[in-house]
């Protein structure tokens, strides 16, 4: 309990500093995704649909008389049925450039994660529900709504350097059987560099973080590192990530728990050339999972996928991209039909 008064008095001490406004700066920015994909998976039939995707995004900003700035936004999604994003934290940015964002902050581990290039586009070819190799290499920095994330400012420490740490903890509901995060920590960095022309990009971070549940409990918890690089010379990005943890997956109704022990790989590389931009990115997961907690499985599942794009600046905030996926699959140590390519062609219109 003590926790959670400490977050909510640092809210309300701050926000009860600032002059009484009639209304904050607004600023907006969306796009609107159209394009065709075509499937053809290792099993069954070839399919093709419409990706309709639209995004729009509202910032909301303020700074006090004192000088700290008091900001948050939120997005509305729609991919066929319209959602809100609504795990967005109220960010206090002070006058040494620090920050501190309240409820719904994140994990430092993965505010650090190097951006790794991908292809564009919006094809893909789904797996198996219980294939649990992971894709993102941050993918054990989990976290609560009740959290606090600090930022340090940039050149912390040292010319380059920033750093965050952050916690967060559970709303206190008594435990089931489906298997929550109860709380978690973590700590990241990031270190900006040049060499000659180049300007690279090291960052990453630790997290951990304990599950609650009834009945049997996991042989381990939630946490992990990850660790990338990225080199930028001129035109040309290169960049490799690498993630490796713990985590679980969870049902409700049938209360299967399942306990993941993975890790992956992502690299890709990117160019510009006039209005076109080439792209190519490869990932590699793996995962020993079992839902017989505190026995992990002695099989891998893996996901390993390549994609590439070539998107071209029509006009300005205009783009037409033509991507394409191949994946190759595998669940429990025995190579799986869920992998297959698929291409796609469409336009993106942002503002």
């Known amino acids: 309990?003590?926790?959670?008064?400490?977050?909510?008095?640092?809210?309300?001490?701050?926000?009860?500093?600032?002059?009484?406004?009639?209304?904050?700066?607004?600023?907006?920015?969306?796009?609107?995704?159209?394009?065709?994909?075509?499937?053809?998976?290792?099993?069954?039939?070839?399919?093709?649909?419409?990706?309709?995707?639209?995004?729009?995004?509202?910032?909301?900003?303020?700074?006090?008389?004192?000088?700290?700035?008091?900001?948050?936004?939120?997005?509305?999604?729609?991919?066929?049925?319209?959602?809100?994003?609504?795990?967005?934290?109220?960010?206090?940015?002070?006058?040494?450039?620090?920050?501190?964002?309240?409820?719904?902050?994140?994990?430092?581990?993965?505010?650090?994660?190097?951006?790794?290039?991908?292809?564009?586009?919006?094809?893909?070819?789904?797996?198996?529900?219980?294939?649990?190799?992971?894709?993102?290499?941050?993918?054990?920095?989990?976290?609560?709504?009740?959290?606090?994330?600090?930022?340090?400012?940039?050149?912390?420490?040292?010319?380059?350097?920033?750093?965050?740490?952050?916690?967060?903890?559970?709303?206190?509901?008594?435990k089931t059987v489906t298997a929550k995060l109860d709380n978690s920590w973590g700590v990241g960095a990031t270190y900006v560099t040049t060499a000659g022309d180049t300007t690279l990009t090291i960052g990453g971070g630790i997290a951990n973080g304990e599950i609650a549940v009834t009945g049997t409990q996991p042989s381990s918890d939630k946490g992990g590192f990850n660790l990338g690089i990225s080199a930028v010379t001129g035109d040309l990005t290169i960049g490799v990530g690498y993630g490796d943890g713990d985590t679980f997956v969870s049902t409700d109704a049938s209360a299967s728990n399942t306990e993941v022990d993975g890790s992956v790989l992502k690299a890709g590389v990117s160019y510009v050339t006039g209005d076109i931009t080439l792209a190519l990115g490869m990932t590699a997961g793996e995962a020993k999972d079992s839902t017989t907690l505190g026995t992990p499985d002695t099989s891998d599942d893996s996901n390993d996928s390549t994609s590439a794009s070539v998107t071209y600046a029509v006009a300005s905030g205009v783009s037409a991209v033509l991507g394409y996926t191949t994946v190759d699959t595998s669940n429990d140590g025995t190579s799986s039909t869920d992998g297959g390519s698929a291409w796609y062609v469409g336009a993106t219109m942002s503002f």
Request: avoid cysteine; charge should be negative.
């Open 1 to 174: 309990m003590k926790k959670e008064l400490l977050i909510a008095s640092a809210l309300v001490t701050t926000l009860g500093a600032a002059s009484v406004a009639q209304a904050v700066t607004a600023t907006m920015a969306g796009s609107m995704k159209v394009g065709a994909e075509f499937e053809s998976p290792d099993s069954g039939v070839d399919t093709n649909n419409v990706k309709d995707q639209s995004n729009f995004n509202i910032s909301l900003s303020e700074t006090t008389d004192g000088g700290t700035t008091i900001s948050t936004s939120f997005e509305i999604v729609d991919e066929g049925t319209v959602s809100a994003d609504d795990d967005n934290a109220i960010k206090l940015t002070f006058t040494d450039g620090s920050a501190l964002e309240l409820l719904n902050a994140g994990n430092a581990a993965g505010t650090h994660a190097v951006a790794v290039p991908g292809a564009g586009g919006e094809q893909g070819i789904g797996g198996t529900t219980t294939n649990n190799a992971p894709g993102d290499v941050d993918f054990a920095a989990g976290s609560t709504a009740l959290g606090a994330e600090w930022h340090s400012a940039a050149d912390f420490l040292a010319d380059g350097f920033k750093m965050s740490a952050s916690f967060s903890t559970d709303s206190g509901a008594a």
